[in-house]
């Protein structure tokens, strides 16, 4: 997963590791228009109305994130913790442990981290937002979903190098930039 860098790794503490499954970002299924479409709305409404109130985040990137981070709502992370966006760490003392892949000095490496367990799909956007607002896109009335993913990239947001890319194919595919005129015009 992209993950954030509050970074919890455990594979240094001597907890047993058997039976802890490995998130992927690889697609095990294929998904129609309707069900791409229903995860995009699900999203992209609870976005807009967040980046209206504080103008920080656009909605077309948080809805790319969940979209890669939870191959569109099917990811183990996101079914066992309503947490679309590979976010690290505890919430409010929640979180469940998974294997994930991280890229480190130019290699994949697989580690065992903590994802932050959140109560609703709404808390984690909520979370979400705000985190990213605090530490990756600093800045409010961005209208470009290519400053913002590049300031998610350079900000340490993930460490894939080809992140920011990634964000911006699935914005362009789906269109999603949609959103953001949506919410910036209303």
Not at 158 to 174: E, G, S
């Amino acid at each position: 997963m992209g993950g954030l860098v509050v970074r919890n790794n455990l594979s240094q503490q001597s907890q047993p590791t058997r039976n802890i499954p490995t998130l992927t970002k690889k697609p095990t299924q294929h998904f129609s228009k309707q069900q791409k479409e229903s995860f995009i709305d699900q999203i992209g409404t609870p976005a807009m109305a967040l980046y209206r109130r504080n103008r920080q985040i656009l909605p077309s990137v948080v809805i790319s994130q969940a979209i890669l981070e939870s191959q569109f709502g099917t990811s183990l992370l996101y079914k066992t913790a309503n947490n679309p966006f590979g976010v690290k760490g505890t919430y409010n003392g929640r979180s469940v442990t998974f294997y994930t892949r991280e890229v480190e000095h130019g290699k994949s490496i697989k580690v065992l981290a903590q994802f932050r367990k959140y109560p609703t799909l709404s808390a984690a956007l909520m979370d979400h937002n705000r985190l990213v607002a605090k530490k990756f896109i600093k800045h409010k009335n961005i209208m470009s979903y290519r400053t913002s993913t590049n300031l998610l990239q350079q900000n340490g947001y993930a460490t894939d190098p080809h992140y920011a890319n990634k964000l911006n194919h699935i914005i362009v595919k789906y269109q999603l930039y949609k959103y953001d005129l949506k919410a910036i015009n209303e």
